[in-house]
């Protein structure tokens, strides 16, 4: 098994989206660009987010036990993948990368 490496890459905030569609919520996502996690093991590293995790969850079990090259050469790195959270008001992207 490869730890994977998570990083948020970019946190876009679609605040007039938000204004018509989103209930009013006390506490949004705490992920700030530039921020790092690994996972060992295939497993949801302690204190991420559970529903990016949801989003990216196969890919970092893919890539956790060797396999990779996501549709026939998506990425660069065969080794990685690009992936966004599904918040579709503040979504986040996270590049994973088998370190």
């Given at each position: 098994m490869f730890d994977?490496?998570?990083?948020?890459?970019?946190?876009?905030?679609?605040?007039?989206?938000?204004?018509?569609?989103?209930?009013?919520?006390?506490?949004?996502c705490d992920v700030?660009?530039?921020?790092?996690?690994?996972?060992?093991?295939?497993?949801?590293?302690?204190?991420?987010?559970?529903?990016?995790?949801?989003?990216?969850?196969?890919?970092?079990?893919?890539?956790?036990?060797?396999?990779?090259?996501?549709?026939?050469?998506?990425?660069?790195?065969?080794?990685?993948?690009?992936?966004?959270?599904?918040?579709?008001?503040r979504p986040v992207?996270?590049?994973?990368?088998?370190?």
């Open positions: 994977i490496k998570i990083t948020a890459i970019r946190k876009a905030d679609y605040k007039d989206l938000q204004a018509i569609y989103e209930n009013p919520i006390e506490h949004s700030l660009e530039g921020q790092v996690w690994i996972s060992r093991n295939g497993m949801k590293p302690e204190g991420f987010c559970p529903s990016a995790w949801e989003s990216m969850q196969w890919f970092v079990a893919e890539l956790a036990a060797g396999r990779g090259n996501f549709y026939d050469g998506w990425m660069r790195n065969p080794h990685s993948a690009f992936i966004s959270c599904n918040d579709g008001f992207s996270f590049l994973l990368e088998r370190i």
